[in-house]
């Protein structure tokens, strides 16, 4: 009987360690962290009349990002497959604005806006 | 096995079932603890998204912000009164998806002396709070000051008293 209550104390450490574990190495609170940015950051460009430029002062190496005309998506560069939990962030742009890109294995990205189209790059 | 030695096995195999109901709900409590703090940790003041989506609705001419017709110069911070239409909002400015739009910010915009209001596709009449921005306006009768008032209706649902703030960062006089 001792023993079986030693296994169950073990075993309700080892739940609690392993939550704890997972949550200490989870990389949802950065993705989610760079997802909100940069949709701030589109959303200032669309409503900045003219073109500009951003530079997003965060190293972003070890993510990729990507852009599209609905929503942005960051996934965390895994060494096999891809990442099972991207983060999503919906966008809505004006008419006859579009936006695209991409980064990944990089450190920087810019955001420039050039004539209504809204591009995610590594910058140079 | 003697009487003792009965008892003592039930005696044990209640105190488990009890003390593994409580363990249980012990580690559940942990790991919603933690779930509510990572939410917490990763939570952006509505406000802030609202501020910067709304700079669009005074500022750009795919919007309601005036645009001189010969020499295309874009007024910002001056609304142009004959596009301040939910049509307009929605085909050339700002909509949402039609089935999971409500999920996101939604808009009414009020221009509060002139007495006109449009909606986005997904505005349910569900403020949070308000934005206020002074603005011009520009109609047949020339251009006139008003207050452009920005109602913004978070995801719903979303569970937090209605305020009225005064957040405006870009007026124009």
């Known amino acids: 009987m001792v023993i079986f209550e030693i296994l169950a104390v073990i075993l309700v450490i080892f739940v609690t360690f392993s939550v704890a574990t997972e949550f200490a190495g989870s990389t949802n609170t950065q993705k989610t962290f760079f997802a909100e940015d940069i949709r701030m950051m589109i959303n200032t460009l669309i409503g900045t009349p003219g073109d500009a430029s951003i530079e997003y002062p965060q190293d972003i190496s070890g993510y990729t990002l990507l852009l599209n005309s609905e929503e942005i998506i960051v996934l965390e560069d895994v060494k096999e497959g891809t990442d099972e939990f991207p983060v999503h962030r919906y966008i809505s742009l004006p008419y006859d604005h579009s936006a695209s890109g991409s980064v990944t294995k990089t450190d920087t990205l810019c955001i420039e806006k050039q004539y209504k189209r809204i591009t995610l790059k590594p910058c140079t | ?173």
């Open chain 2, 1 to 173: 096995m003697n009487k003792k030695a009965q008892f003592e096995v039930a005696r044990k195999s209640i105190y488990w079932m009890i003390a593994g109901f409580v363990i249980t709900l012990v580690v559940i409590g942990f790991v919603l603890i933690i779930v509510n703090y990572r939410n917490a940790l990763t939570e952006f003041p509505p406000e802030l998204n609202a501020e910067f989506i709304s700079l669009r609705f005074t500022n750009i001419p795919e919007c309601f912000a005036y645009q001189d017709a010969e020499t295309k110069r874009v007024y910002p911070g001056i609304i142009d009164l004959e596009k301040f239409t939910t049509e307009r909002m929605e085909q050339s400015c700002y909509k949402t998806d039609p089935e999971k739009g409500h999920g996101t910010f939604n808009f009414e915009l009020e221009l509060r002396d002139k007495g006109v209001a449009i909606k986005t596709n997904n505005y349910f009449n569900a403020p949070v709070f308000t934005l206020r921005r002074n603005v011009f306006v520009k109609d047949a009768n020339g251009i006139s000051k008003d207050e452009l008032l920005i109602h913004t209706q978070v995801a719903i649902p979303y569970f937090r008293d209605y305020e009225d703030r005064d957040l405006s960062i870009v007026g124009t006089n």
